[in-house]
């Protein structure tokens, strides 16, 4: 009943601004919870038109494409997303670990735990850093 409501508020704020990309995202992400993978996938495309180059709205376009046996369009979806690396987040591993394991790639499935890993060491790099040591990245 919650998530109903909540994608009834968020339809409204979608014919105010539909050029939201997180609102987009959102209302994926509630139709994807309701079950309704279609909607979820029209709102997954229409957030990554709006954004492009975001990582997360990539991971849950290949998650979602996963979840409907897209399993070619899913792969494209997920090796775009980690072509970003400067929009990966450890919430976004987790979608493209589901896509890895829903299309059955183990390969990538590796690159794909390695990212809140990466996060994990940056932060306690920047933390480092910001006691006096000099930190270089790149």
Do not use: K
Not at 28 to 52: E, K, W
């Amino acid at each position: 009943r919650c998530l109903r409501r909540a994608l009834s508020l968020m339809r409204q704020a979608a014919r105010l601004n539909d050029s939201s990309a997180l609102l987009h995202s959102r209302l994926a992400g509630i139709h994807a919870h309701l079950g309704d993978y279609q909607q979820a996938l029209a709102h997954c495309r229409i957030a990554a038109q709006i954004s492009p180059e975001d990582a997360h709205l990539l991971a849950d376009l290949a998650a979602v494409l996963a979840r409907l046996g897209r399993t070619e369009e899913s792969r494209a979806c997920r090796a775009r997303a980690l072509r970003r690396p400067s929009s990966l987040r450890p919430e976004t591993a987790e979608l493209l670990a589901l896509a890895c394991d829903a299309n059955g790639d183990s390969a990538d499935r590796a690159r794909v735990a390695a990212i809140p890993v990466f996060w994990r060491t940056l932060a306690a790099a920047r933390r480092r850093g910001s006691e006096g040591d000099r930190l270089v990245l790149g």
